[in-house]
């Protein structure tokens, strides 16, 4: 097989959440650890930095890529889902792993996976893991693909642990408390390894604490001291810069309102770092900081696409970060707002609903995969919500018809789900 057949092999012959949804869904660690000794355990050959939590995983991951990077480590980083291409999900200072090796490692162990059934998480973890081992890195930052405790990343023994935040999301899996949630994701924290909240509220803090001290895990909650004295934005889409302890003005390449914990978070976690014996200086810092998409590939939060009107798009996608998009919404100038809105199914979808600015034009469309809602149903429901627009078939054609409507002086919105996103930068970028 070449490389779009494998990847097509991938995408349909494995079960795969992103697509599928819950269906896919796969816990316990047993395959996992099966696939991790036949590959000699390729884990254990590098650093890792562990990433969980609900919203601002992403973020957080690349911007600590980002300045491990500039201090001269080899950096892998294992996030998910992609946007456009699968191989995204697993790169080298910010190169994504070649075509060949994933033709390579398929073509190789398929034989002894397939009787085992992984799931595409699972299958890609073992890949990803092997490459960075094959690739002699120093440090891979792990992010876990859902919840924690039984997250097939969870095999892992890292320096460090960081939990972003909690909130409501793939209740199905993972419970139906924020406490029942912080609890499965808390299953990352380990033995005698540092581990960082970077949001708590008064349901899950003792959730945490109560982990942490069953397994003698020092624990540092950013939100009690915040490491950002004052943020002020360069009108959303071009960053932030930040007054932050120690450094002073610390400019911040990514957009919107969520970077400012996920910054904190950030900041809390460097000086960890350091104690660890890692080398990391203020001027990496500052590179880092200001250069994540460069130096990660990083796409879609909050990034802008072009201006007159100006478009933005983010993946943000369940009711915690869907509010931090409203909120950001209302901070922007424009004569009149046009939201091209796509969800799935598994979501709060009248919870996000509820949300939105009623004000705003709507273009209800849907992804390109099995989980998406149908367009005419996310607009039945928003009707009830008072929110009114047009049903479009795909993400395409909905970009377009909002280009062709809007005048320079509007804003356009694009997002819901990751996978409107994908659709939307796959034709923006590539057709």
């Not at 946007?83 to 994504?96: A, K, Q, S, T, V």
């Not at 996000?352 to 149908?374: C, D, E, G, I």
Request: with cysteine; glycine share 8%.
């Amino acid at each position: 097989m070449n490389y779009k057949e494998t990847v097509n092999y991938l995408f349909n012959c494995v079960p795969m959440f992103q697509k599928e949804g819950s269906t896919a869904y796969k816990a316990g660690l047993s395959t996992t650890l099966a696939l991790d000794e036949h590959l000699n355990h390729p884990h254990t050959q590098f650093k890792t930095i562990h990433v969980g939590g609900t919203n601002g995983k992403g973020s957080t991951s690349h911007t600590l890529a980002a300045i491990l990077q500039e201090a001269g480590y080899k950096v892998g980083l294992y996030t998910s889902p992609h946007l456009i291409d699968f191989r995204e999900r697993i790169r080298i200072n910010g190169m994504p792993i070649s075509e060949e090796f994933v033709v390579d490692f398929i073509a190789e162990y398929r034989a002894f996976y397939e009787p085992l059934s992984p799931s595409f998480f699972e299958l890609t973890t073992a890949m990803a893991f092997d490459y960075f081992s094959k690739n002699q890195i120093d440090v891979a930052i792990i992010e876990v693909g859902l919840g924690g405790r039984l997250d097939c990343t969870n095999i892992i023994s890292p320096d460090l642990s960081i939990i972003t935040n909690i909130s409501n999301d793939h209740n199905q899996f993972l419970g139906n408390t924020l406490a029942e949630i912080a609890r499965e994701k808390g299953g990352i924290i380990k033995e005698n390894i540092p581990i960082v909240i970077g949001e708590f509220v008064a349901e899950t803090r003792p959730i945490f604490e109560e982990i942490a001290d069953k397994v003698n895990a020092p624990i540092y909650f950013a939100q009690d001291n915040s490491l950002v004295d004052e943020a002020e934005s360069r009108e959303m889409a071009s960053g932030w810069d930040y007054m932050a302890i120690p450094y002073g003005h610390l400019k911040g390449e990514l957009g919107g309102l969520c970077q400012l914990m996920n910054t904190n978070t950030v900041l809390t976690a460097l000086p960890l770092l350091l104690q660890m014996g890692y080398k990391i200086s203020e001027s990496n810092i500052r590179a880092g900081f200001e250069q994540v998409t460069k130096l990660t590939g990083l796409m879609g939060r909050w990034q802008e696409l072009q201006s007159a009107p100006r478009m933005v798009c983010d993946t943000g996608h369940n009711v915690a970060g869907i509010s931090t998009i409203v909120k950001q919404l209302s901070h922007q100038d424009y004569k009149k707002l046009h939201f091209v809105l796509g969800m799935v199914n598994d979501k709060d979808i009248r919870g996000v609903l509820a949300l939105l600015p009623k004000n705003a034009t709507y273009y209800f469309t849907q992804a390109s995969v099995q989980r998406a809602m149908p367009a005419n149903e996310l607009a039945d429901l928003a009707g009830e919500q008072g929110l009114h627009g047009t049903v479009y078939s795909s993400v395409k054609e909905a970009t377009l018809a909002t280009l062709k409507d809007a005048n320079p002086d509007d804003f356009i919105f694009i997002g819901g789900s990751s996978f409107i996103v994908a659709d939307l930068l796959s034709f923006w970028f590539y057709e």
